[in-house]
């Protein structure tokens, strides 16, 4: 049981919830980008959770069937037709041994995920399936998908009730997006502060899994920008040497040496992941506090969502 990718996209991998425990080894977590989109394309084939799937970026894979198989196509819509036919995003659907699924560009964010019923069965390296580009570990050789490559599909021995489909207007608002002081606030002026908070910052192209750049005006640290290296945090707002800030994501280093003047709450992370190159985005401070309430506020949201499937 599996498929064939016909045509790789942009930036197509094989993703789980991630790797744990290694940071002291330099090695983030990683795992999906967009870690509810995949946990909710997982029940709805009726796989537990933390199975993996195929997250791709931008452009989509072409795939043939090898088998009949049970499918969720979840996060930012992408075109995706089944034999020529349209079908939809967030809904269990039936693929039949010999049909071509066929996702091509996204239509209004940055990544959508693929889920099979049994998920992908490749080997665990520390634990984990998640492909850590950075690295080279885990997914398939450590490395994006590419033309001709096959992917087995694992057991169903462990399948639960799955679910028809879901809400498919889960959508965030994705203009304004809140963050706490970074470690280095006190590094930056008011005016500098200010630029932060006041403009419009643009998503470039060479934004990837390991962080998410911003150009619009450049912001100056009074003691420079480079640091003595320090911890990393995911989210963190970096200010490197140009002024342009860095949205470090899911793949990001354990460690860095520019100063950070904000963190992205964790309530909004699935947000900034799924802003594709040219969108605009404008930043809005908050306090600790707050960011716990709307974590809170998020994790109850969730969790509704998911006792609804």
């Not at 349209?86 to 693929?114: E, H, M, V």
Request: aromatic residues 8%; charged residues 20%.
């Amino acid at each position: 049981m599996g498929l064939e990718v016909l045509r790789a996209g942009l930036q197509s991998t094989v993703q789980d919830q991630g790797r744990f425990g290694y940071a002291h080894l330099g090695v983030s977590a990683p795992g999906a980008a967009d870690n509810f989109s995949l946990i909710i394309g997982n029940i709805l084939v009726g796989n537990p959770k933390h199975y993996s799937g195929i997250e791709m970026t931008i452009i989509g894979d072409k795939y043939r069937f090898k088998s009949d198989a049970y499918i969720a196509l979840t996060g930012s819509e992408f075109e995706a037709e089944l034999d020529n036919n349209s079908i939809p995003f967030w809904k269990r659907l039936l693929i039949k041994k010999g049909q071509i699924l066929d996702i091509r560009s996204t239509k209004n964010g940055a990544r959508c995920y693929l889920c099979v019923a049994g998920g992908i069965n490749i080997k665990d390296v520390m634990g984990a399936k998640t492909t850590h580009l950075t690295s080279g570990i885990g997914g398939l050789h450590g490395r994006i998908l590419k033309n001709l490559d096959e992917l087995e599909f694992g057991p169903l021995d462990d399948l639960i009730k799955p679910t028809q489909k879901v809400n498919d207007s889960i959508t965030t608002d994705t203009k304004i997006i809140k963050v706490t002081k970074g470690v280095q606030w006190p590094w930056f002026d008011k005016n500098q502060k200010n630029k932060l908070f006041q403009d419009l910052y643009q998503v470039t192209g060479l934004s990837n899994r390991m962080g998410l750049r911003l150009i619009g005006n450049a912001i100056k640290a009074k003691k420079g920008n480079e640091i003595t290296t320090t911890g990393i945090s995911l989210g963190s707002i970096q200010i490197p040497a140009d002024g342009q800030p860095i949205i470090l994501l899911t793949d990001h280093p354990t460690i860095g040496g520019y100063p950070k003047i904000g963190v992205v709450i964790s309530a909004d992370y699935d947000k900034i992941v799924q802003l594709p190159p040219g969108a605009k985005v404008k930043f809005k401070l908050i306090d600790l506090k707050e960011a716990e309430n709307l974590y809170k506020l998020y994790n109850l949201e969730t969790e509704n969502i998911l006792n609804q499937t």
